[in-house]
């Protein structure tokens, strides 16, 4: 079989797979977001937390829970890393620097796991397993939870009340992420992944010369790293690196993994607002766009246009031989749709088209399928805006789900959308003002500029992913894509529950003639183009001075 | 006593992450842990560990390098791909070159007989385009086929030309006044790659000469867009402990195997079919040998007498 048919068939069989996966995990996530029993088990947290599970809060008190929690979650995780040489299993390294450890306790926290460091010489087991994948569970948790608050925004009606995060929180965390992680942990330790608590050990290898073998609870990290959208690596080397990703199956279900959340939550929200057409309208805009992105980085990067492609033959720099280009360039274009970040090959090496799609993926805004839960709230206020430019153009009031898109609700989707624009912009163009930040490229030419671009457009949509030439651990990028990451993970999220908020307050407008109907190919189609449209019109002018110029000549 | 609303919320906060990293931090990884202890488990849990000769030399899924100690590769022995992890193959230290598909402009030691050290100390770089020539001349040379590939001049350096001269509106240089090979030091190369270009003689480069001003032309040269040395043998992976090379790569380096343990080819090549891997279920992943099993292979078959 050639190359190119075996990664059809590698990506077909994981279109097939999540299709599978669809109805059984959207059903599954709609009855554990609906239910009203509390385990024992939850009741126990509940009474440590502090909680009362069955008060549901307004728009406003959750947002200040979100807050609240995540404003812990980085102190928390600052100090862990700043404290690490007084813990045990920390391999004997040293505290994290300030700077550093403030970027990667926000990076965590906010579901990007950006890293400036390296995990095999910078972090301790103990902060790796109790710190950084502690945020793995419930920075995916959180997400997931605003979703779902959406959602009921659409789906109730004439309440202030939308719920409860902590319960949200303890059953996305107890029901959904830590079974599936726990067996896909194993899975992965069966493929080659490694799971111990070892310092690094010195073998003589058979030329012999000393190799030292790093250990850790890689396995268990690994599975919510990909099933939470993460990202964060264990090793520097992340997803490449044998003891992460080790066979080709692995490969596999990683991408699995990270996909199978996001895909399955449109089925939750169908469920939640008694229509599953419009679950399946929005996923079948995610579907479109997934599809069409991986076709494009896939015939870019099997083409392997450019100087030293050609010379290699090969798209393979920075390629794992196990992987192989095709499964390097579904797995690429898989973690930036979504806002995981976790690479089984090293983007900066890609052809320059095939690495502007990798970009051109987290400035749609990661919508297809995007973050757990990011993904669909994300995905939900652009329907808002296509229906409310639908309506624009035929003259009538917009409606979505029975909902009055009015000033107000649009006032909140078109602030959320203009948020990363902003930081990605503003971020790069500073930073190409500044010559000491200038000189963190590595690459030459459009392709540095490419590496500041990617380094803002990364943060600022919580990816995590980098062109990863960029010297970044240095106080201004930490500081500056730290604010980045603070700025494109939270000002979203209380946009998003303030129009929750507003739409819970609506009564339901019963479907007139004049509706747009939203679960029609048209809608899907015009969704589609809103979402590619606008972020063409944002993007474009920095993509032609990166990655379009360096690939077009 | 009543506390205020945001600080029970702050409370709340606390106490849930700390419930939640007792729970997710340390009895989820534990538990997983735990289980590798079943038979069948252990063994990868641990890091995949082989022996030869009746002691541990490595990590089946973890390549190393098979080299002296000035990093010449042991003719006895399969070489594995170029790994930028380090000095090559240091797990304490992996990762990718991370260079982007148009580097192809060196920069220039101040003193070529102290190139490596430059390079140490970032003075000094070679672009990826050279690398990726030199490595396919060494490898030709090693295995005794052409190494000759596009855009590599055949000292094995890339060929880049700065063009100078008035540019047209479109920024192309017609009417060249001076031509500079980039990645030829003078001194380094006896003469540039071509003799002349656009009708002016090629000049070889200087140190501390800025030549940006110029138009930057890679010329392809005539070399097969199908080198005789591999691709996977000119480039490094993302971890830089890629265990595994092409079985292409593989068959290249063979007779230089059977020669130097004095077997028969066949015998080298039926090693490395034995050592194969397909694509699992005929369409995940690449062809591709592992290279550390294949080398202990080698040893308990045919051992090396040096």
């Known amino acids: 079989m050639s190359a190119t048919a075996a990664g059809i068939l590698f990506t077909g069989s994981l279109v097939l797979a999540l299709a599978l996966a669809y109805r059984p995990l959207g059903d599954y996530m709609y009855r554990v977001f609906t239910g009203t029993k509390h385990s024992r088990v939850e009741r126990g947290i509940y009474r440590l937390i502090g909680a009362r599970p069955d008060t549901e809060q307004t728009w406003a008190v959750y947002a200040r829970s979100v807050l609240a929690f995540s404003m812990v979650s980085v102190l928390f995780l600052y100090g862990f890393q700043r404290l690490q040489n007084h813990l045990m299993l920390s391999l004997g390294f040293k505290p994290v620097v300030t700077h550093q450890a403030w970027n990667t306790a926000i990076s965590f926290v906010t579901n990007t796991n950006w890293q400036s460091y390296s995990g095999e010489s910078t972090m301790g087991h103990l902060v790796q397993m109790a710190g950084l994948a502690v945020q793995n569970f419930v920075s995916a948790a959180v997400g997931i939870a605003v979703a779902i608050v959406l959602v009921r925004g659409f789906a109730r009606k004439t309440t202030e009340l939308l719920g409860n995060f902590w319960v949200d929180l303890v059953r996305c965390v107890l029901r959904i992420l830590l079974p599936f992680a726990f067996v896909a942990a194993i899975v992965l330790v069966i493929g080659g992944a490694v799971q111990n608590f070892h310092d690094p050990h010195t073998i003589q290898t058979l030329a012999g010369a000393k190799q030292a073998i790093t250990g850790g609870p890689v396995a268990s990290q690994e599975a919510i790293k990909e099933l939470g959208t993460n990202g964060g690596g264990f090793y520097n080397a992340n997803s490449a690196h044998p003891f992460e990703n080790p066979t080709v199956w692995t490969n596999w279900l990683e991408i699995f993994l990270l996909l199978v959340i996001s895909f399955s939550l449109p089925r939750t929200f169908g469920r939640m607002v008694g229509n599953n057409k419009q679950g399946y309208a929005i996923v079948a805009v995610m579907a479109t766009l997934a599809v069409v992105s991986v076709t494009l980085i896939s015939f870019f990067q099997l083409a392997h246009h450019g100087t030293v492609p050609t010379a290699i033959g090969s798209a393979m720099e920075g390629v794992e031989t196990r992987f192989g280009v095709p499964n390097s360039a579904t797995f690429a274009d898989a973690t930036t749709l979504t806002s995981t970040g976790a690479v089984n090959s090293f983007h900066d090496s890609y052809t320059s088209l095939g690495g502007m799609m990798t970009m051109f993926n987290m400035m749609l805004g990661e919508v297809a399928p995007g973050g757990t839960g990011s993904g669909l709230y994300g995905m939900l206020i652009l329907a808002v805006i296509t229906v409310f430019v639908a309506g624009l153009m035929v003259g009538r009031t917009p409606e979505y789900l029975g909902k009055k898109i009015s000033s107000r609700e649009i006032k909140f989707a078109s602030m959320y959308f203009l948020i990363t624009p902003i930081c990605v912009l503003v971020g790069t163009a500073f930073a190409m003002a500044l010559p000491g930040e200038r000189a963190a490229m590595l690459n030459r030419g459009p392709h540095g500029l490419s590496e500041v671009l990617y380094a803002f457009t990364s943060a600022s949509n919580n990816n995590g992913s980098a062109f990863a030439g960029i010297t970044v651990n240095t106080a201004w990028y930490d500081t500056a894509l730290g604010l980045a990451m603070a700025t494109g993970r939270f000002l979203p999220m209380i946009f998003v529950l303030g129009l929750a908020g507003s739409l819970a307050r609506q009564g339901q407008t019963p479907a007139s003639e004049g509706t747009l109907p939203t679960h029609r190919p048209q809608f899907i189609g015009m969704v589609a183009g809103v979402t590619v449209i606008l972020v063409a019109l944002t993007f474009l002018p920095a993509l032609a001075l990166g990655p379009l110029a360096e690939g077009i000549h | ?306």
């Open chain 2, 1 to 306: 006593m009543r506390l205020p609303t945001w600080i029970r919320q702050h409370l709340a906060a606390v106490r849930a992450l700390l419930v939640l990293t007792v729970i997710t931090g340390v009895a989820y990884p534990l538990a997983v842990w735990a289980v590798t202890f079943v038979p069948g488990l252990h063994s990868q849990a641990e890091g995949s560990m082989v022996t030869s000769g009746g002691r541990t030399v490595g990590s089946r899924i973890i390549g190393q390098a098979f080299t002296d100690k000035n990093g010449n590769p042991l003719k006895q022995y399969f070489q594995s791909r170029p790994s930028n992890a380090g000095t090559g193959y240091d797990p304490t230290a992996t990762g990718a070159s991370n260079l982007g598909p148009e580097d192809i402009v060196d920069t220039l030691p101040k003193n070529p007989a102290n190139k490596a050290a430059e390079i140490t100390a970032k003075t000094a770089r070679d672009s990826l385009l050279t690398q990726v020539c030199s490595r396919s001349r060494a490898v030709g040379e090693l295995e005794g086929v052409s190494g000759a590939r596009p855009f590599c001049t055949p000292g094995g350096v890339g060929t880049v030309l700065s063009v100078i001269g008035p540019r047209d509106r479109a920024g192309h240089v017609a009417r060249p006044t001076r031509v500079v090979s980039l990645n030829e030091q003078c001194g380094v190369v006896a003469k540039p790659f071509i003799a002349t270009y656009g009708g002016v003689t090629v000049e070889c480069a200087k140190y501390g000469e800025d030549y940006s001003k110029g138009a930057i032309v890679p010329i392809r040269g005539n070399a097969p867009a199908r080198p005789k040395v591999p691709a996977d043998a000119v480039t490094a992976s993302g971890s830089g402990l890629d265990p595994h090379i092409s079985p292409e790569y593989a068959r290249l380096q063979a007779p230089r195997i059977a020669k130097t343990r004095g077997v028969p080819e066949e015998q080298v090549l039926q090693a490395i079919k034995d050592n194969e891997d397909g694509r699992v279920l005929g369409f995940l992943g690449a062809p591709r040998v592992n290279v550390l099993q294949l080398n202990i292979e080698l040893d308990r078959k045919f051992p090396f007498h040096a």
